[in-house]
């Protein structure tokens, strides 16, 4: 549908959920995927299923928030194939509790893998990516990084914080013709909800008998005109959009996915 | 062929960016209603799009009235079948400051970019709401955060806004997809016709507020356009995206 054919796309946390469905949708338009995870095995798995239907792949196991890490598996990729095209900065983490509870190891994560992994992947990329005058980079932020929801204080902060990132960046490379955008998913079944929850049925008496997966589907239907939770495919889409040439455009307001401000 | 078979409804679609995604989505396999209130235009739009295979009915009239809105929505359903897709593009300046602003100036803008959407959606949303499908995609502009001189197409262009996110909400439950498009500079009949002293400002500080550095084309639109008309966008729905260079954050 995009064509991109011949183009190197990174994928950071690629080894499970949203970064999974991401990296296959650009490897099925053409794209050569760079996947990143802290869990190595599960990236290679994935790059195994990539080789299986006759596309290119490398798996390598990094730590997003650690610089050496970064620029050593940048250096990988450039070796093996060149150039670097693509970049979706994909991994993340987030945990649920209310902010009186965030322990300081809570709050050091999520900013060192949402906010400051974002920001070392995108420095490492973008150096490479100037001199060529193209590049697409795709921020995944959140529906937490437009508004602050309870029980996610420390995610909300690094999402917000990613779509800050974003805008500057947006600016200062536009001129090389290198678009950074951001997406905001909104409701997906992930861990993260999966103890969102069971926070929610143990504290909420109306919510008590439900399971945190009822619950999560019941906020769903309540706040969701469309009446359906969102699919990892449905992100996969939108980034797939955004990585292509053919918009030629920057989607300015960068979380416009989401919310108005 | 991303809309293969979908019918489109494309306000305003005999030039610029009306022009631009009617050509697009017809590319892409869609039957389209070309509209126009320019006859002349509106042929021309739909013989490009014959010439190409494609299949194409002008429908002729302003947007401001109720029959040419409903007989869009008609002409698509005895055409072609039904209606899946509406994109109100049709727009008009008039642009005048505040106290030089006629109630002349300030109605036709109304009537054509305000309550042209509303009849046009109206209309359409009909027939979506029964089969449960259906995207409308408005465009608004950025004029939308205020503008000088454009005291009149501003508002509506907020207005547009609103409607879309009313339009999503109460269309979500039903299947239909609501979405609106703020350009920018982009390169058509409409900035063409700008003074020229403001158009020679407007190049020499492109650079200051543009990040991309360029004119936007009618076709990086349309490209937009063409994915919210797809199903690839199918979890998308009342959502403001500028499409403008980075002019907006």
Redesign the interface.
């Known amino acids: 549908m995009y064509n991109l054919d011949g183009q190197i796309a990174i994928v950071t946390g690629a080894g499970s959920g949203l970064g999974r469905a991401i990296a296959l949708r650009l490897s099925q338009e053409g794209a050569t995927i760079a996947a990143t995870d802290l869990n190595g095995e599960a990236v290679k798995k994935l790059v195994g299923e990539i080789k299986d239907q006759k596309r290119s792949g490398l798996s390598i196991q990094m730590d997003v928030s650690i610089e050496k890490d970064v620029e050593r598996t940048v250096k990988q990729i450039l070796k093996n194939f060149g150039q670097i095209d693509i970049l979706v900065n994909n991994a993340g983490v987030g945990s649920a509790g209310l902010i009186i509870n965030h322990s300081e190891e809570d709050w050091d994560k999520a900013m060192r893998v949402n906010l400051k992994g974002t920001f070392l992947c995108s420095r490492a990329v973008a150096k490479e990516m100037i001199p060529r005058k193209r590049g697409r980079i795709v921020n995944i932020s959140s529906i937490g990084g437009k508004s602050g929801e309870e029980l996610i204080g420390a995610y909300c902060a690094s999402k917000f914080g990613v779509i800050g990132l974003t805008q500057v960046m947006a600016k200062e490379l536009g001129r090389y013709m290198i678009t950074v955008n951001a997406v905001c998913p909104g409701y997906i079944w992930t861990p993260m909800w999966e103890s969102l929850g069971q926070w929610l049925k143990e504290n909420i008496p109306a919510l008590a008998q439900l399971s945190p997966r009822e619950v999560f589907e019941k906020r769903v239907k309540s706040v969701t005109p469309l009446r359906r939770p969102q699919e990892p495919e449905d992100i996969a889409n939108l980034v797939a959009f955004l990585a292509s040439e053919r918009p030629g455009t920057s989607l300015a307001r960068p979380s416009t996915w989401t919310a108005e401000r | 062929m ?1 809309i293969k078979d979908k019918v489109a409804i494309v306000t305003g679609a005999g030039r610029g960016i009306g022009e631009s995604i009617a050509l697009r989505f017809a590319a892409e396999g869609a039957k389209l209603i070309v509209n126009d209130v320019n006859e002349a235009d509106a042929n021309r739009t739909v013989e490009t799009i014959k010439s190409k295979g494609g299949q194409a009915v002008a429908v002729i009239g302003s947007v401001a009235s109720r029959e040419v809105a409903q007989k869009m929505v008609d002409t698509a359903v005895k055409e072609f079948g039904t209606v899946d897709i509406l994109v109100n593009n049709a727009g008009i300046i008039r642009d005048a400051m505040l106290h030089k602003m006629t109630d002349v100036q300030w109605d036709q803008v109304i009537e054509v970019n305000l309550k042209g959407v509303f009849l046009c959606t109206q209309c359409a949303a009909q027939v979506m709401r029964e089969k449960k499908y259906g995207k409308i995609i408005n465009i608004s502009s950025s004029s939308w955060r205020g503008n000088p001189g454009q005291l009149n197409y501003s508002a509506t262009k907020a207005g547009v ?1 609103g409607m879309t ?1 009313t339009a ?2 109460e ?3 039903k ?1 239909i ?1 609501v979405n609106v498009i703020a350009p920018a500079l982009i390169w058509t009949d409409m900035t063409k016709s700008m003074p020229k002293a403001l158009l020679e400002r407007v190049e020499q500080s492109l ?1 200051f507020f ?4 360029r004119w ?2 009618p ?2 639109i349309a ?2 356009a063409l ?1 919210l008309a797809s199903d ?18």
């Open positions: 991303r806004i996110k999503a909400k269309l979500g439950p299947g997809n650079a543009m990040p991309l550095n936007g084309q076709e990086d490209n937009l994915f690839e966008s199918s979890f998308i729905t009342g959502q403001l995206i500028h499409c403008d260079g980075g002019f907006i954050m």
